[in-house]
Nanobody
Framework: VQLQASGGGLVQPGESLRLSCAAS????????MAWYRQAPGNQRELVAL???????NYADSAKGRFTISRDNAKNSVFLQMNSLKPEDTAVYYC?????????WGQGTLVTVSS
């Protein structure tokens, strides 16, 4: 199984960005997809997750600003990020958990700066 993330870039504070991640390979219909992020000098942290049934969970820092969604038919997950702040600057990783295994994508850099 492989994950390919895209959509990162440089934006100004207050702007929006949409991240996408597509999974390929043999994927269980029961799985959880998620976005994590890691800022320089910090540990990787969960941003948001979504189950194959559509249940979601968000980090407090993401609530009200970020929305996670998925397309089960395309094994894809998305992260709509609005009202971005400089502290959102990080490498964002998508993740797929299934059958007790967590698989990571390669990461996409999001920089929020004026």
């Amino acid at each position: 199984v492989q994950l390919q993330a895209s959509g990162g870039g440089l934006v100004q504070p207050g702007e929006s960005l949409r991240l996408s991640c597509a999974a390929s390979g043999s994927i269980s219909s029961v799985n959880t997809m998620a976005w994590y992020r890691q800022a320089p000098g910090n540990q990787r942290e969960l941003v948001a997750l979504i189950t194959s049934g559509g249940g979601t969970n968000y980090a407090d820092s993401a609530k009200g600003r970020f929305t996670i969604s998925r397309d089960n038919a395309k094994n894809s997950v998305f992260l709509q990020m609005n009202s971005l702040k400089p502290e959102d600057t990080a490498v964002y990783y998508c993740s797929l958990r299934m059958r007790g295994t967590q698989i990571w994508g390669q990461g996409t850099l999001v920089t929020v700066s004026s």
